[in-house]
């Protein structure tokens, strides 16, 4: 699905196709032709991993609240933290939910990456995630 408005869910800093990238968190963006622009300034592509970084869609209006429960899921379930301690009981939850699996990049069998979708997940979706993940929300 091609999405034309994104917010910027963290600080993004980078050197983007037009130049330097130094936006601040919820600022609004326009997806044109497949890339990512503030004001004039083509930022990205779409499909970048610049995107998954630092962005998420706003076309329903929930972008600050789906960047905030993207971020927060994946500083909970960061993968250096894996297999230590609490957060092996959180990933155990996750590799069993159903509704998570739909967002697993089915490349990876032995290990979880968050597929695309995932960083555009309806926000009841990341909400159920974010409770797995064991987040008070």
């Given at each position: 699905?091609?999405?034309?408005?994104?917010?910027?869910?963290?600080?993004?800093?980078?050197?983007?196709?037009?130049?330097?990238?130094?936006?601040?968190?919820?600022?609004?963006?326009?997806?044109?032709?497949?890339?990512?622009?503030?004001?004039?300034?083509?930022?990205?592509?779409?499909?970048?991993q610049r995107v998954k970084d630092y962005f998420v869609q706003d076309d329903d209006g929930l972008g600050k609240i789906r960047g905030d429960l993207v971020?927060?899921?994946?500083?909970?379930?960061?993968?250096?933290?894996?297999?230590?301690?609490?957060?092996?009981?959180?990933?155990?939850?996750?590799?069993?939910?159903?509704?998570?699996?739909?967002?697993?990049?089915?490349?990876?069998?032995?290990?979880?990456?968050?597929?695309?979708?995932?960083?555009?997940?309806?926000?009841?979706?990341?909400?159920?995630?974010?409770?797995?993940?064991?987040?008070?929300?």
């Open positions: 699905m091609a999405y034309k408005r994104y917010i910027v869910r963290r600080r993004a800093r980078f050197q983007g196709l037009g130049g330097p990238v130094n936006l601040p968190y919820g600022t609004a963006l326009e997806c044109r032709e497949g890339f990512l622009f503030w004001k004039s300034k083509k930022l990205c592509a779409a499909t970048s971020t927060l899921i994946l500083a909970r379930l960061g993968p250096q933290e894996a297999r230590k301690g609490k957060a092996a009981g959180r990933w155990e939850k996750i590799w069993a939910d159903p509704l998570c699996k739909r967002y697993k990049h089915p490349k990876h069998e032995e290990q979880w990456l968050w597929n695309e979708d995932f960083y555009n997940a309806p926000v009841d979706d990341l909400r159920h995630i974010a409770r797995l993940a064991g987040l008070k929300i």
